[in-house]
C-alpha cells in the first residue's frame, strides 16, 4: 500500500514512522512545505516531497496531518489528485461535511488520534463517511490500529472526543508537572518523582483497561482506613478539581466548534 502522509509536524512524523516500521512492504511518502521536517524521515525510509500534488497521486491513500486552517488550502490543491481515494484527517474540528466540500469526490474519515501515536499507544476515534466499502474500512481500521487503540464513534461525539482524549497528553503532562514539583518539596529528586509517577500514569490505566475496575474501586482497592491514601484523597477534596477538569473539557468543545464555525464561515 502506497500512502501519502501530508503535513510532516508532530502528528504526521509520527504516523509515517508508525507506518513505515509496521510493515516494510509499505511505501510511505511524506509532505510538507517546511525541508527541515522532511529530512529527518528520510533517514527512517520514508520518501519525501514538497509537492502535496505529488505525493496524492502517487498514493493509494493520504493521511492529511497539516493543522486545521490549513486543511482547505491543501484539499484545494489536491482535488483532482484524490478523486475515489481514501483520505483520513486528522485535523481537529474539521468536520465530515467541511472535508466533503472541499472535495467531493474523495472519500474521507475524520480521525481523532493523540500524541501517544509516537509510542503507538494513541487512543484513536474515528468516523467515516456513511459509504464507505467494507474495504474501504478495513484499510482505515488496518492503519489506524497500528498508532494504538480505536474506537469508531458517532460524528457528534468528535469535538467531545478531541477535548478528552486528543489533549489528554496535554493537560495530563500539565497534572504531572504539579505533582513533581510537589514532589521535590517532600524530597524527592525530580526525574525519580516523574519515572514513579509516569510508571504509576501507565499502571493504574492498565488496572483500569484490564480488570474493568471503575477508579472509584481502584480508590477504595488503595485507601485502607486510617492510611496514608485516604489522607491524601481527604486532603485532595478539599480543593476543587472536579470543576477544574470540567471546565477544561467545555472550554475545549466550545473551541473545537469555534474552529468549526470560522472554517464553515470562510467556506460559503
Ligand atoms: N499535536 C497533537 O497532539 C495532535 C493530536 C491530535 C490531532 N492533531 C491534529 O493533527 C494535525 C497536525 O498537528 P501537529 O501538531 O502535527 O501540527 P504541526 O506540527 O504544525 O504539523 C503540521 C505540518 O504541516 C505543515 N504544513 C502547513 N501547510 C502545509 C501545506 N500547505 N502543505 C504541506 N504541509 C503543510 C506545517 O508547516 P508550518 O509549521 O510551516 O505551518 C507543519 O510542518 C492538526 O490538524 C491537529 O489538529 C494533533
Known amino acids: 500500500m502506497i500512502v501519502a502522509v501530508i503535513g510532516a509536524g508532530i502528528i504526521g512524523s509520527a504516523v509515517a514512522k508508525t507506518l513505515i516500521s509496521s510493515n516494510r512492504k509499505n511505501r510511505i511518502i511524506a509532505s510538507d512545505i517546511r525541508v527541515e521536517q522532511l529530512s529527518k524521515l528520510e533517514k527512517e525510509g520514508v520518501e519525501t516531497t514538497t ?3 505529488k505525493a496524492a497521486v502517487t498514493a493509494d491513500v493520504i493521511i492529511l496531518c497539516v493543522k486545521p486552517l490549513d486543511v482547505k488550502t491543501v484539499l484545494s490543491q489536491i482535488q483532482n489528485e484524490i478523486k475515489g481515494k481514501l483520505v483520513i484527517s486528522m485535523a481537529a474540528a474539521v468536520n465530515l461535511k467541511l472535508l466533503k466540500k472541499c472535495a467531493p469526490q474523495a472519500k474521507f474519515v475524520r480521525a481523532m488520534p493523540n ?3 509516537i509510542v503507538q499507544e ?3 476515534t474515528y468516523c467515516p463517511e456513511h459509504d464507505l466499502s467494507n474495504k474501504d474500512l478495513e484499510i482505515v481500521e488496518s492503519i489506524l490500529r497500528s498508532f494504538g487503540t480505536t474506537a469508531v464513534v458517532k ?3 468528535m469535538d467531545a472526543l478531541t477535548a478528552l482524549s486528543g489533549c489528554a497528553p496535554g493537560y495530563l503532562s500539565s497534572l504531572m508537572e504539579h505533582i513533581v514539583r510537589g ?3 517532600i524530597g524527592l529528586p525530580a526525574e525519580l518523582s516523574l519515572t514513579a509517577l509516569a510508571q504509576s500514569m501507565i499502571g493504574t490505566g492498565k488496572i483500569i483497561l484490564e480488570t474493568k475496575k471503575s477508579p472509584a474501586d481502584v480508590m477504595k482497592m488503595v485507601a485502607t482506613r ?3 491514601t485516604e489522607e491524601e484523597l481527604n486532603e485532595l477534596a478539599k480543593y476543587p478539581l472536579q470543576q477544574a477538569f470540567r471546565s477544561i473539557l467545555q472550554v475545549g468543545v466550545k473551541k473545537s466548534k469555534e474552529i468549526t464555525r470560522k ?4 467556506c460559503q
Open 122 to 124: 494513541s487512543f484513536t
Open 51 to 53: 509537492d502535496n500534488k
Open 115 to 117: 500524541l501517544a501515536i
Open 155 to 157: 460524528e457528534d461525539k
Open 226 to 228: 486510617g492510611g496514608v
Open 263 to 266: 472554517l464553515l464561515d470562510e
Open 183 to 185: 514532589g521535590t518539596e
